[in-house]
């Protein structure tokens, strides 16, 4: 049951250019997305959010895009650093538990 | 800024035994989560915690796991008879009130069972 897919499992930048990482989601119900970022042998780092209500959320470099007719949603790095090389999730939520349902990652290498 | 704090950040243990895992959420946090990754998985949702009780659990949270607060400030994960199937890296997570979004994560436990 994936509910959130992340289907490219790798992306390899230069410095300076832009890095997009996508995200599909099946469950309607879901009424907020996030990203995370992961370093090996630490937890998951919040990153950006993005309601459901909006389009678009800017934070520095950062930026999600949501697309809720196609169910999409993309995360945007401008100018992309080498030490933004990590593991990204895409994660989203509902209900008032408020569980995140996690993609399974894409790894981001960021090459000077 | 506030953290997450798990311990132990490694524990080995034979098939069988009992293992407990122990968070300390953030402080003035009120909803707590554990999370699991199992080497090359995703990170996959097991229960979540608020007011002293279940609120949500997932199908992987089954019989041979149990949560407690057992007072103020820790938040454990207890797996009474360990698999080799259990081996994964054990992620806590706090969240601080109904209409906060995001969670915070520890840095998690790794548990390998032999």
């Known amino acids: 049951d994936q509910q959130v897919k992340q289907n490219s499992p790798s992306l390899s930048v230069q410095e300076g250019r832009i890095s997009i990482l996508n995200c599909d989601y099946t469950?309607?119900?879901?009424?907020?997305f996030l990203w995370y970022k992961k370093y090996p042998a630490e937890g998951p780092t919040f990153l950006i959010s993005?309601?459901?209500?909006?389009d678009k959320n800017e934070d520095g470099r950062f930026t999600v895009f949501l697309n809720k007719s196609a169910k999409h949603l993309s995360l945007h790095i401008v100018p992309s650093q080498p030490g933004d090389s990590a593991v990204y999730f895409c994660a989203a939520s509902w209900g008032s538990a408020r569980q995140l349902t996690f993609g399974s990652g894409t790894q981001l290498t960021v090459l000077p | 800024e506030p953290e997450v704090t798990q311990t132990p950040s490694h524990q080995v243990t034979q098939m069988g035994q009992e293992v407990i895992l122990r968070c300390v959420p953030i402080s003035n946090h009120l909803y707590f989560y554990w999370y699991r990754q199992i080497l090359g998985q995703k990170v996959e949702f097991l229960v979540s915690f608020y007011n002293n009780e279940i609120s949500e659990k997932s199908e992987i949270f089954d019989d041979q796991f149990s949560v407690e607060r057992p007072d103020g400030s820790n938040f454990t994960l207890k797996i009474r008879s360990t698999k080799l199937e259990d081996s994964a890296m054990y992620f806590c997570?706090?969240?601080?009130?109904?209409?906060?979004?995001?969670?915070?994560f520890g840095a998690g436990s790794r548990l390998t069972v032999l």
């Open positions: 997570a706090s969240r601080g009130y109904s209409g906060a979004n995001v969670l915070t």
């Open positions: 993005i309601s459901s209500i909006k």
């Open positions: 469950n309607s119900m879901f009424d907020y």
